[in-house]
């Protein structure tokens, strides 16, 4: 049966719509396949690895080291609020906060191109905002795109005028609103 409706919450709730049920999130499809507490743990793992990969992306984006992305990473994987929601088991807490770092990354990375339109980073900022809005917690979304109005705002090592910069930011949020569009 599709989870359209929860009867249980006050007089029902539309569940496929409540953000943190993650009902069209990718990840899910291991819940079909596995035993539920190895899904479980499996998609934990992968979300703390998936931020850390992203975030040591992100860093290397903006000029650091492979040493410096890489401690950036295990600080991004191991701090203190990643800990307790994994403690929690809060799936839907980490997922989103996995993929905050790949729309910034993708973001900076359309900004700083060469390319007049630089299409694949846009594609993909706005893949990892479509993820990241289907994945759980609606207030990391909030936090990326609070961080995301920052950098095209006020970015100071970037190649590009203020509206191109805008249009880059809006053309990576249309995207993601689109392709999260069905939650």
């Known amino acids: 049966r599709a989870p359209f409706w929860n009867p249980y919450i006050f007089g029902g709730t539309p569940l496929i719509g409540e953000p943190q049920t993650q009902t069209f999130y990718p990840?899910?499809?291991?819940?079909?396949?596995?035993?539920?507490?190895?899904?479980?743990?499996?998609?934990?793992?992968?979300?703390?690895?998936?931020?850390?990969?992203?975030?040591?992306?992100?860093?290397?984006?903006?000029?650091?080291?492979?040493?410096?992305?890489?401690?950036?990473?295990?600080?991004?994987?191991?701090?203190?609020?990643?800990?307790?929601?994994?403690?929690?088991?809060?799936?839907?807490?980490?997922?989103?906060?996995?993929?905050?770092?790949?729309?910034?990354?993708?973001?900076?990375?359309?900004?700083?191109?060469?390319?007049?339109?630089?299409?694949?980073?846009?594609?993909l900022g706005g893949v990892a905002l479509g993820a990241q809005i289907i994945s759980g917690h609606p207030e990391w979304v909030r936090y990326t795109l609070i961080m995301a109005g920052l950098v095209v705002i006020a970015g100071t090592d970037v190649r590009r005028s203020f509206f191109d910069r805008v249009l880059i930011g809006a053309c990576i949020i249309a995207i993601g609103v689109l392709l999260a569009g069905p939650q």
């Not at 080291?65 to 609020?81: I, K, Y």
Request: charged letters at 10%; glycine letters at 8%; hydrophobic letters at 55%.
């Open 27 to 123: 990840s899910h499809t291991l819940w079909l396949m596995l035993p539920p507490e190895l899904a479980y743990k499996l998609s934990l793992f992968v979300h703390i690895l998936l931020g850390s990969w992203l975030m040591y992306r992100l860093v290397r984006e903006l000029g650091a080291n492979r040493f410096g992305a890489a401690v950036a990473a295990l600080a991004f994987g191991l701090h203190g609020q990643m800990t307790v929601f994994v403690y929690a088991g809060w799936i839907q807490m980490i997922a989103p906060m996995a993929w905050a770092p790949g729309v910034i990354w993708q973001l900076c990375h359309a900004l700083r191109s060469d390319r007049r339109f630089p299409g694949r980073a846009i594609a």
